[in-house]
């Protein structure tokens, strides 16, 4: 009985000290700020006005893909190649990694919409818009967008027989492992977009590593980096911005020099 007793003189305590609050709070006018904070956190996410909004990738221009194999058509075989044009003449096939070896059929090209034109420029370094049919990939970041030139006639007027002029070529290999858009060239090679076009004969990092054109220069995407047993550098260009490198491309030139030198 003591014990009950003990308990029930602890509540009796209890709610008179929670009646002096509530009493304090209502001659100081906060019983009605409190109520309307909480109205306020408990109000569902949709009547927030400060949201911020999610800013999907714009795929409108791009037609909508189905599986053959998932609707039961038996795939294709080598000669058809459904609504793709081969190139089958050996010119075509020695032609630049800027320009595409297969082309869609004329009246099958989706158009892009004035809007979607509007914004290809926006950005210049690795372009806004994404295009899996126009567009070309870029060996390090794997982007495939529409560039952001503004005189290149196959990301502005769509002409497939055209090159990309906002992506690099290489002059040895001619492949896609030579295909660099303006902002990779630059942030991990340190080279630019205009000079590498008045170059006629461009030759990119991974046949300069090929060949030791540039000791100890090695082609820095994620996938010759491990290709080579060596980890992926990811955002580098800070650092080497603060150890005063040009690029990436050069702030692990001079690890491994200095590497190789102390194995000697």
Not at 135 to 147: E, S, Y
Not at 183 to 212: F, N, S, T
Not at 213 to 219: M, Q, T, V
Not at 234 to 260: C, D
């Amino acid at each position: 009985m003591g014990k009950l007793r003990a308990k029930s003189d602890y509540e009796e305590i209890r709610n008179a000290r929670l009646l002096e609050n509530q009493a304090r709070l209502a001659s100081l006018g906060l019983q009605k700020t409190i109520s309307e904070l909480r109205s306020i956190t408990s109000s569902p996410k949709s009547d927030r006005t400060h949201v911020k909004k999610y800013q999907k990738v714009d795929y409108s221009s791009t037609p909508l893909r189905r599986s053959a194999r998932l609707i039961g058509k038996s795939p294709s075989s080598k000669g058809d190649l459904g609504n793709f044009q081969g190139c089958d003449s050996d010119d075509d096939k020695n032609g630049p990694a800027n320009a595409p070896l297969l082309s869609i059929r004329r009246s099958l090209r989706p158009k892009l919409s004035p809007d979607a034109l509007a914004r290809r420029c926006t950005s210049k370094g690795r372009g806004s818009l994404y295009d899996p049919i126009y567009g070309i990939c870029c060996h390090f970041c794997r982007q495939k967008k529409l560039c952001g030139e503004e005189d290149c006639e196959r990301c502005g007027n769509q002409d497939m027989d055209q090159p990309c002029i906002g992506k690099t070529d290489c002059s040895i290999c001619h492949s896609s492992n030579g295909v660099l858009c303006r902002a990779c060239l630059k942030v991990r090679y340190g080279e630019e977009m205009e000079e590498v076009k008045a170059k006629k004969q461009w030759i990119c990092p991974h046949c300069m590593e090929d060949k030791g054109i540039n000791p100890y220069w090695i082609c820095n995407s994620s996938i010759c980096l491990k290709k080579r047993k060596m980890v992926p550098t990811g955002i580098a260009i800070y650092r080497a911005k603060e150890l005063g490198y040009k690029s990436v491309a050069h702030l692990l030139m001079n690890e491994l020099q200095r590497a190789a030198d102390k194995r000697r």
